[in-house]
């Protein structure tokens, strides 16, 4: 350890140099080295950790690559030196997916549930140059390694991590590995980092590439952390290195030509070009057969498309047989791995339709009736689409069944009005059918209201497929099943997450192009195949937002890419304006119409009502006044928690508070309970001890540290003045070292411990 707090590592860096040792490559795996990195990337994670060992290139010899899954625990350290030490032996390469799993077999992308930290893997160029402009702009790193590679210029490539305050999960996981690959642009390291599953060498292990055994070796280590919105911040704000960042990237040429190239470059024989004749033609058939496979095409068309690619791109054309040859084997395989097609019926007898065009005076003089309105006001129009956004267990779906089913009946709900009773297709993915039912059952309706939507609402049980060529296929045969006379008025997907399809490029739904192509290449070829005048309503989940940002800007809120929202006709999102009260806000955002006021609802009686935004607190006020008691009462339990158990023995961060006391005493749920802590920090009822080895435990290098109350006394023996003999109490006293600013909200240091200091106006 040197004089600045940093770990550094030396080890021999080439085996020539090193002593000999008891293995056939002269350089052994170093345990400590091993543990310091599970530290760093495992510590706070549950699940298991998925571990390769592959045999490096260049030492003439073969071998299956090893995978085996160990838990994020205290035995993970050992486990893997073991691992380790038997990959040294035979030759292999230790690689980590640096995030856990549920369960054995799991490496995927979407198999990885938690992450605690941030890596650039820096490969390439300079590295020096790119090392000091990520630690200059987003901060010195917790660890910095020597990955066994070197540049031809003789750098050694590093991999530079920054370990989190706590583990990435769901939205937040998502995030980390963004991050990932936008400092990868931007300095010019391994974008492959953009996703979840990317694996990485363990420092400790052994590089053999290319007959050179060297250690993956830790260069320093420092016991820092960061928070994952303030690193997002830091990235954002961090410039591209010049001549290396975003605008190298974007210059550098494709692995694989995009099909708009490949579509529009001609291509000789004797693969003279950049792609082969059957590169080209391999490419150009299966871009067609995927269009005629979703229906975007008719076979015809597909076949024309694909004949005068071969006439106009290929130098020879390739005779006919050939092609079709080539493109029916393309045509099976693609049907085989994508289900059947949803085929476009040929129209050779119409030609196409030229773009619709009004002139101003057209459109001024067109005085006819407006199309009448799916649900009034203006809400869904024909061809319309709703987007419903809710945070999970907001009570969305259930809005939305007693919704559908009045709209089923014909009589109006909330101030929603059909013109008729509608037919209703409700495609929902989440709830089991005897669990769908029971809900069915359990909500209240009006008795006329069941009577005329018994036979108008159909609905699916959970549904285990995705919305994708096939899905929409089976999708639309069942809704001509379910109303074989007229085709449905309303078309809904609940929820959107468990049925999105993002196309070939396996986008998700923060990504964009995704986005889009489930949109209109997913749910609009569904409603153009059963009812092109139908309205679309789709579920949606909202993303992690604070209640002012919903306040502001409500549909923000909304999960997946901004897209979304440019696209639909119409907008609801329902949230809890105040957690401890029942109340949902309903807005609405109307492309088709006059902006419409937003809603307070609730569920009285099984029924969904509208309440009064002018006199709710008025006519409530009892009631608000036992919420405003109710988050006093939370206040004083978790003050006095924190007494009781310092008198046991046991200190608490607010993360490690919020799990163990969740649901325990009336607190509520650990997301609550953690808001409540952020009040009581504020108002400086509660501050923080970062060194706890005077009682025992562990120094906290979080952000903040263990919460203390005033007059807290750790233990329960009693302390007597050694010099006068006085009885000074039971339990030593615990006095803080840092308080929260209620300005800023930075952890300050605490000026004198003895002395418990309120902020002015704050203290209850």
Known sequence: MSDDGILHFNPWMDFNDRPPAENPFGCDPEPEQIAIFLDTVFSWCEG?????????KGQGRDGKPHNIWIPADDTAPEKLATFAAWANREGTAVYVIPGTVAEQGQARAADVLQMQAIVVDLDAGDIPAKL???????????????????TPEGAAKLHVWWKLTEPAEGEDLATLC???????????????????HQPIRVPGTVYHKGGHQRLVQIREHRAVEVDLADFAERV??????PGVGLASDLSAPATKPGIDAVLTTPVREGAVDDWSRFQGASAAIGHYIRLVHEGRLDPFAGWEAICGYNAAMLRPSWPLDRLQAEAERLWALHVKRNGP??????RTDVPASPLPTFSLGALLDDTSPMPEDIIGPRLLTPGGLLVLGGAPKVGKSDFLISWLVHMAAGVPFLGFTPPRPLRVFYLQ??????YLRERMQQIALPAAVIAAARDTFIATPKLKLLLDA???ARVAEAIRAAFPDAPPDIIVIDPIRNLFDGGPDGGGENDNAAMMFFLKDRVESLREAINPEAGVILAHHTRKATRQQVKDDPFLALSGASALRGFYTTGLLMHLPDEDSTIRRLEIELRNGPALPGKLIDKVKGEWVELNPMNER????EAGAKLDAERLRKGDVILTILHEEAAAGRFYTTTQFGEAFENKAGLGSKYTIRDRIGVLTTKGQIKFLRDGRPFGMAVVRSRFGYLVVEAMRFGTETQIDPDTGEVLGEGQPVLPSHYKCASTGACLQVENPAIWVYPEGLDD
């Open 470 to 472: 096939e899905g929409v």
């Open 618 to 621: 008025l006519v409530r006020k």
């Open 429 to 434: 993915a989440e709830i089991q059918y005897h």
């Open 236 to 241: 954002a704000e961090m410039p591209p290195l």
């Open 48 to 56: 298991l950790i998925p571990l390769r060992g592959f045999v490096d």
């Open 178 to 196: 963004r991050l990932r690959g936008e400092i990868a642009v931007k300095v010019g390291g391994d974008t492959h980092f953009r996703s979840a």
């Open 341 to 346: 097609p949803l085929l476009r019926a040929a």
């Open 132 to 150: 000091d402009h990520v630690t200059r702009h987003l901060g010195a790193p917790t660890l910095i390694i020597e990955s066994g590679g070197r």
